[in-house]
């Protein structure tokens, strides 16, 4: 690898390296810094966040353009504000010996009139978010017709945003004849459509490969039930009392509700997402800084941008929509040479998902299991332990030891020590004889589609309910585990016939089940469950030999309703629907064999009053 000084800067530039600390050029850095120098190219470079793109292009913009000029000469694009400020302020600092460089922001969430000005007053360079940019160049308060070099910073994450239109308008404003330089983490069909439409011939650089995640980071996958997701994050926050992480969730009213809950349970916490006013944002962004906040729970969107050294951890506590996603959430950890850990909270239903991700990232997870409560008591121990050895004696307090010596006069050292200790010991101890998380064993969890497999522990149920009465199996599922208070992946092999149905559960939770339905009413009318001797998940005969599975007062899924009425219950409003209804009920007359005899129930459900 080349040293800065081999790369081809120049006096000034290399003077702010030094002021920095720089050592030695990243790899990016050192494969686009020469390039970059020594033509006017377009170039494409792929390499994950964390790794220094912002000097890659930042110092040979800063070394090209003509610094006594007021012209617009350079534009950057950035998708969020957070990292427009970040680009600003980096280049101020590698331009610093630059007389008379002037660089502006451009962003929403502050006086347009003011940013206008200070471009008017003469800046060389421009970074700017998509729509800020675009209204300033609608209401004609910035040139950029002169500009010799554009950047699209985190392109990926810009599209993902949705500002294809708005880069392609404000790009449209620019000279042909400009070089482009596009740096990306990953390359999806959208950033393609970009360089092929305004880039000639771009050369290309790849850092490690595409859409492959940092070898500074490590991955890990914790398995739990969906019930258990939450207090699992706070087994893994207990377990890392060093903690500084984000915790990323897929919606704003997930991350405010995680959020809420960990400050409410005495954790240091905060919440970044959509809904916040730029200053709030900008007060949760200081916090976690300064590292007052330890654990910041955000969203996708809200944390692109974010640029913090030390982060420890990124804990997926909902695995995102897309997996490429998952390359710039782990990547806000392990940055500037130090490593880091990427956790995945995941559910029975979401394992096939970590297979898709790790193709991507080119690297494997490691399966663990969340730590137990005695465990994490002795690391909390030792953790203060430690604390309490490195601490600097504060002697203010030696006017108070007096006292506390008199009053610890007859304890000796030893029972002085357990008593200390105790204090912190006690409140996790306590905490974690109650706390219970259930441990999954990975292999009886998935089949190919992701759903769970028998495991011998399981439990099939039969239910009057059928797709006659307006139910698909998700629709069903959902049912049962709301009015039964079980977790989403509680209920599982959910089967649907016309009149009835089948659903399985853990064995641990027949007695709740059968106890529930014990004269249960759903609208006024009966609704049956048994258990079922049917393993698999096609049709069967209810008591009496019905196909519908019930006596003539539960007939009909529901009970009383009349034939025509509950018709009329099943019917959807679209034809799409109606079609995925018949799609539905043809594939369970399907799976359904041929001697539907096997399937007779059993253990009728005790009777019961519900309390």
């Known amino acids: 690898m080349n040293t800065f000084q081999d790369l081809g800067l120049n006096d000034d530039l290399l003077q702010a390296i030094n002021d920095l600390g720089f050592k030695k050029p990243s790899e990016v850095q050192d494969k686009a810094i020469p390039i970059l120098l020594e033509e006017d190219t377009d170039l494409v470079a792929l390499a994950q966040t964390g790794t220094g793109k912002t000097a890659a292009f930042g110092f040979p913009m800063l070394q090209k353009i003509q610094v006594d000029s007021r012209t617009t000469q350079g534009l950057i694009l950035s998708p969020t504000r957070e990292l427009c400020l970040q680009i600003t302020n980096e280049l101020k600092q590698y331009g610093k010996y630059c007389k008379g460089l002037n660089v502006v922001a451009i962003y929403g969430g502050t006086s347009i009139q003011e940013q206008a000005r200070e471009v008017k007053r003469g800046a060389q360079i421009v970074v700017a978010t998509p729509?800020?940019?675009?209204?300033?160049?609608?209401?004609?308060?910035?040139?950029?017709?002169?500009?010799?070099?554009?950047?699209?910073?985190?392109?990926?994450?810009?599209?993902?945003?949705?500002?294809?239109?708005?880069?392609?308008?404000?790009?449209?404003?620019?000279?042909?004849?400009?070089?482009?330089?596009?740096?990306?983490?990953?390359?999806?069909?959208?950033?393609?459509?970009?360089?092929?439409?305004?880039?000639?011939?771009?050369?290309?650089?790849?850092?490690?490969?595409?859409?492959?995640?940092?070898?500074?980071?490590?991955?890990?996958?914790?398995?739990?039930?969906?019930?258990?997701?939450?207090?699992?994050?706070?087994?893994?926050?207990?377990?890392?009392?060093?903690?500084?992480?984000?915790?990323?969730?897929?919606?704003?009213?997930?991350?405010?509700?995680?959020?809420?809950?960990?400050?409410?349970?005495?954790?240091?916490?905060?919440?970044?997402?959509?809904?916040?006013?730029?200053?709030?944002?900008?007060?949760?962004?200081?916090?976690?800084?300064?590292?007052?906040?330890?654990?910041?729970?955000?969203?996708?969107?809200?944390?692109?941008?974010?640029?913090?050294?030390?982060?420890?951890?990124?804990?997926?506590?909902?695995?995102?929509?897309?997996?490429?996603?998952?390359?710039?959430?782990?990547?806000?950890?392990?940055?500037?040479?130090?490593?880091?850990?990427?956790?995945?909270?995941?559910?029975?239903?979401?394992?096939?998902?970590?297979?898709?991700?790790?193709?991507?990232?080119?690297?494997?997870?490691?399966?663990?299991?969340?730590?137990?409560?005695?465990?994490?008591?002795?690391?909390?121990?030792?953790?203060?332990?430690?604390?309490?050895?490195?601490?600097?004696?504060?002697?203010?307090?030696?006017?108070?030891?007096?006292?506390?010596?008199?009053?610890?006069?007859?304890?000796?050292?030893?029972?002085?020590?357990?008593?200390?200790?105790?204090?912190?010991?006690?409140?996790?101890?306590?905490?974690?004889?109650?706390?219970?998380?259930?441990?999954?064993?990975?292999?009886?969890?998935?089949?190919?589609?992701?759903?769970?497999?028998?495991s011998g522990n399981d439990s099939r149920y039969f239910i009057n309910v059928g797709s006659r009465d307006g139910y698909d199996w998700m629709k069903l599922k959902d049912f049962l585990k709301e009015i039964l208070d079980l977790g989403r992946d509680d209920v599982f092999k959910v089967d649907v016939k016309e009149s009835f149905s089948f659903f399985n559960t853990e064995k641990e939770h027949q007695e709740k089940v059968l106890a529930f339905f014990t004269d249960f009413k759903h609208e006024g009318r009966f609704v049956n469950v048994e258990v079922s001797e049917n393993r698999g998940g096609g049709g069967g005969r209810g008591r009496g030999g019905r196909r519908d599975g019930g006596s003539d007062r539960r007939r009909g899924g529901f009970g009383d309703k009349p034939r025509g009425e509950r018709r009329s219950a099943g019917r959807r409003s679209d034809s799409s629907n109606r079609g995925e209804r018949r799609s539905n009920e043809t594939s369970s007359r399907r799976s359904e064999p041929r001697d539907k005899s096997e399937f007779k129930t059993t253990h009728a459900r005790p009777r019961r009053s519900r309390r």
């Open 131 to 454: 729509g800020r940019m675009k209204d300033m160049i609608k209401r004609r308060m910035v040139d950029i017709s002169k500009i010799e070099y554009a950047v699209l910073d985190e392109a990926d994450e810009m599209l993902n945003m949705g500002f294809f239109e708005d880069i392609t308008d404000i790009l449209s404003h620019t000279p042909q004849e400009k070089s482009t330089w596009l740096f990306s983490a990953t390359m999806p069909k959208e950033v393609a459509t970009i360089a092929k439409k305004f880039m000639h011939s771009p050369k290309e650089i790849v850092v490690g490969n595409k859409n492959e995640s940092t070898n500074q980071v490590s991955h890990e996958y914790y398995l739990v039930n969906a019930r258990d997701r939450y207090a699992a994050l706070k087994r893994l926050a207990d377990a890392n009392p060093d903690i500084f992480s984000v915790i990323f969730c897929r919606t704003k009213r997930d991350t405010q509700k995680v959020a809420e809950n960990l400050i409410e349970d005495g954790y240091s916490a905060g919440a970044l997402h959509g809904d916040l006013s730029q200053n709030q944002r900008d007060l949760v962004m200081k916090s976690f800084r300064n590292k007052q906040i330890q654990m910041l729970v955000a969203t996708d969107v809200a944390a692109r941008g974010i640029d913090v050294d030390d982060i420890t951890h990124v804990i997926n506590y909902q695995l995102p929509d897309e997996a490429e996603t998952y390359t710039h959430r782990s990547g806000r950890t392990g940055r500037a040479g130090k490593t880091g850990i990427s956790m995945v909270i995941v559910s029975k239903s979401e394992v096939r998902k970590i297979k898709s991700i790790e193709r991507i990232i080119n690297q494997k997870f490691e399966l663990k299991q969340i730590p137990d409560g005695m465990a994490i008591c002795e690391v909390q121990l030792m953790s203060l332990a430690n604390k309490i050895h490195n601490t600097e004696v504060n002697h203010e307090i030696d006017k108070y030891l007096d006292n506390i010596n008199e009053l610890f006069a007859e304890t000796s050292k030893e029972e002085l020590i357990k008593k200390f200790f105790s204090v912190e010991f006690t409140r996790f101890y306590n905490y974690y004889q109650k706390s219970k998380i259930q441990s999954i064993d990975p292999s009886k969890v998935s089949d190919r589609d992701g759903r769970k497999v028998n």
